[in-house]
């Protein structure tokens, strides 16, 4: 069955500095989706960034990108000059591309961001 | 297009009393997914929906039941309340295809307490 963690519970960053939220995760599948969501105050889950674990390029989204790792089945998430707006729990998840499709989550990360 | 609506918002429910979350997508997805994420946590899968007519268990189903009679709405319901049941709980789908890399669009949310 496929396992996804986030060991880092809570992360703090400086506004402006740069701040990595790793996730690793373990499957038998070849091909996949991994994905990064945020979740501000508000609840809304929002898509950050996403992933084909076919493609070697790491996804790239304006100040968000990631470094994925497919052989060491990681994927960490990287937020460029932090902003006050990016405080917010961060959720990993896989979706496989055999069978149903559902969505395996991490437990999140929180991001504090400090003026 | 609204995306996915839940409602209600919030709800508080008495031990032993039932109740239907409703969930209406408008973008034409067949996978439908329900989640509940306690305080602090990930999302669980309660529940998912790979098309009308076609449900089946996620990780957490006890205490819970689906139907899917159209492709546009998908409800939950909870037969028998428990404090368990406690949990913020998140409507989803997706179209699954290829080309849209499976991201999931999100409800609200709605916030369930059983008291």
């Known amino acids: 069955a496929q396992t996804v963690t986030q060991s880092q519970p809570e992360m703090s960053v400086q506004e402006a500095e740069t701040v990595t939220l790793s996730c690793t995760y373990d499957?038998?599948?070849?091909?996949?989706?991994l994905f990064w969501y945020k979740q501000p105050p508000s609840r809304q889950m929002i898509l950050v960034i996403r992933?084909?674990?076919?493609?070697?390029q790491n996804a790239t989204e304006n100040r968000f990108s990631v470094n994925f790792q497919k052989a060491a089945k990681s994927f960490s998430l990287k937020i460029s000059d932090s902003q006050l707006g990016d405080a917010a729990m961060y959720f990993c998840?896989?979706?496989?591309?055999?069978?149903?499709?559902?969505?395996?989550f991490g437990t999140g990360t929180r991001l504090k961001v400090l003026a | 297009n609204a995306g996915v609506t839940q409602t209600p918002k919030f709800r508080i429910l008495k031990i032993g009393q039932s109740m239907t979350l409703q969930c209406t997508q408008d973008?034409?997805?067949?996978?439908m997914y329900w989640y509940r994420q306690d305080p602090g946590m990930g999302l669980k899968l309660i529940y998912y929906?790979?098309?009308?007519?076609?449900?089946d268990k996620g990780e957490v189903p006890n205490g819970y039941n689906v139907s899917r009679s159209t492709t546009e709405d998908f409800p939950l319901r909870l037969e028998l309340a428990a404090p368990s049941q406690t949990s913020v709980y998140f409507c989803a789908s997706s179209s699954a295809g290829a080309i849209q890399g499976h991201e999931q669009y999100f409800g609200p949310g709605t916030r369930l307490t059983v008291t």
């Open positions: 929906s790979v098309g009308a007519g076609i449900t």
């Open positions: 499957t038998s599948e070849s091909d996949y989706y």
């Open positions: 973008m034409n997805h067949n996978y």
């Open positions: 998840a896989y979706s496989g591309t055999s069978g149903t499709y559902k969505y395996i």
């Open positions: 992933q084909e674990a076919y493609k070697q």
